[in-house]
């Protein structure tokens, strides 16, 4: 096959991963509706609280019996035995845990979010393997790594969050994450193959270094690592502000707020991410530094994308240190690994397309 071919061949890929995708997108939106809906009704003033009654220890049993066969809604609030008693949707402390989704067991709606979840899945999947294919047959086209490039870049980066999330959904049950990855993946994709497109070419001879292969290939794992990351700390907030909310236990969204994890979890899930991601980044700032000694004769030369990058890690360790530090909120801190990730789009959108510097000659 000639280059034009393949690389005809990589786009046809790319646009069948977006139109996939896509389908993906609306199966998990489709997902989180009907998971909702499932939903019962938040316990409010109609239903009492149970009196704090002590109970002796030799009735213990029995009344574990009894509350166990009562209906849901009487005398407990509406849910399965076993579940956590902040949770009166039915998320019990295992599905807490596991970040599953919790279904009325009888309920159309329930068994319609089930159906809807598995497509969208499969259909992740096979967009993971178009986006890859894609990639591969961009490296056939000019005999290079893809990574030469904005476009390549997006795309390496947005395969490296399709398939952390894919292999993601085989261990736990994160179908109520598929919306928050998909949505900007394909923003990623779709600027990809329209503002950021750049046609195969060989690269310039500065370019042609294993550094290249290195120093890329690990900015682009720890861009993907940082996406997911970003998508589980703005679920985090979102969970977290629905929570504080005057009629949080009495909303529409209060029912599809439960069907995401606690609040809890999903910010101390969105800060394992960051860890994984944070060393990623700072060795990708030191390879860049060994990469440009070789290219340019010195380590740091004050070009653009070395200062965003340097700004990006800044940012990122104060989010970490305002983590670990007691007085500071988990809600200020996750708004500034936010603002990490706002860095990454500033310094691979406009720093790309609108500042000249050493990098410039990579292309768009």
């Known amino acids: 096959m000639t280059r034009e071919t393949l690389e005809q061949y990589s786009l046809v890929s790319l646009y069948s991963a977006l139109a996939v995708l896509t389908l993906a997108m609306f199966g998990y939106v489709l997902y989180l509706a009907r998971a909702a809906a499932s939903q019962p009704e938040p316990a409010g003033a109609a239903v009492p609280e149970l009196a704090d009654v002590a109970v002796p220890v030799s009735a213990g049993a029995d009344v574990g019996a009894r509350l166990a066969t009562e209906p849901v809604g009487r005398g407990v609030r509406a849910g399965w035995a076993g579940t956590s008693p902040d949770r009166p949707d039915g998320v019990g402390t295992d ?3 596991t970040g599953s989704v919790p279904m009325d067991p009888v309920g159309g709606s329930a068994r319609g979010a089930r159906r809807a979840a598995g497509p969208a899945r499969m259909l992740t999947w096979l967009a993971t393997l178009l986006v890859g294919a894609s990639i591969i047959l961009r490296g056939l086209s000019v005999n290079r790594p893809p990574l030469g490039n904005l476009h390549e870049f997006i795309a ?29 993946v394909l923003l990623m994709l779709g600027s990809a193959t329209t503002f950021w497109y750049t046609e195969a070419a060989q690269l310039l001879p500065s370019l042609r270094s294993s550094w290249l292969v290195i120093h890329v290939s690990v900015a682009t794992i720890s861009v993907g690592v940082f996406t997911l990351a970003a998508t589980v700390s703005l679920a985090y907030l979102l969970v977290d502000r629905s929570d504080r909310l005057p009629t949080a236990g009495t909303s529409r969204a209060a029912r599809l707020r439960r069907v995401l994890p606690p609040a809890a979890e999903l910010e101390r899930l969105g800060y394992g991410l960051h860890v994984i991601a ?56 996750t ?3 936010l603002a990490g990730f706002a860095c990454i789009i500033l310094n691979y959108s406009i720093v790309n397309m609108y500042f000249v510097g050493q990098h410039s000659y990579s292309g768009v």
Do not use: C, M
């Open 156 to 184: 390496a980066a947005s395969f490296v969050v399709l398939l952390g999330f894919s292999v993601w959904t085989l261990k736990r049950n994160v179908d109520w994450l598929g919306a928050f990855v998909t949505a900007p």
């Open 278 to 333: 944070f060393p990623l980044w700072t060795f990708t700032l030191i390879a860049g530094a060994i990469w440009a000694r070789q290219a340019w004769a010195s380590y740091w030369n004050w070009d653009p994308k070395e200062v965003w990058t340097f700004v990006i890690w800044v940012v990122y360790a104060a989010y970490l240190h305002a983590r670990a530090t007691t007085g500071i909120s988990r809600q200020k801190a």
């Open 95 to 97: 599905a807490a845990r």
């Open 335 to 337: 708004y500034l690994a």
